[in-house]
């Protein structure tokens, strides 16, 4: 069964920075985009940040200038570096990619359970 597993989150005063880590799975042979999702509490999950198996980035603007996302494909991990922390950032992040998996021809989208992220003003 596939997993993601996030880590890295936790609870920072505004101006601080987290560096999130997700691991896949070893039942993962390939994975194309993977990227970071959050959600505030009453609020919908928002993209924050992806990255294509090429490198190519892209974030939400909210983040932009803040936020770093990079991957080791050799490890299967996903990163996302957040400096200059503000209470509006607090939320959980989930991970997820588009994957497949050993034995499998089919690409699909997983998630991880998310870690907490909380701001201090």
């Known amino acids: 069964q596939v997993q993601l597993v996030e880590s890295g989150g936790g609870l920072v005063q505004a101006g601080g920075s987290l560096r999130l880590s997700c691991v896949a799975s070893r039942t993962i042979v390939s994975i194309n985009d993977m990227g970071w999702h959050r959600q505030a509490p009453g609020k919908q999950r928002e993209l924050v940040a992806a990255?294509?198996?090429?490198?190519?980035?892209n974030y939400a603007d909210s983040v932009k200038g803040r936020f770093t996302i990079s991957r080791d494909n050799a490890k299967n991990t996903v990163y996302l570096q957040m400096n200059s922390l503000n209470p509006d950032d607090t939320a959980v992040y989930y991970c997820?990619?588009?994957?497949?998996?050993?034995?499998?021809?089919?690409?699909?989208?997983?998630w991880g359970k998310g870690t907490l992220v909380t701001v201090s003003s």
């Open positions: 990255i294509t198996s090429g490198g190519s980035t």
């Open positions: 997820n990619a588009h994957a497949r998996e050993v034995l499998s021809s089919r690409y699909l989208h997983y």
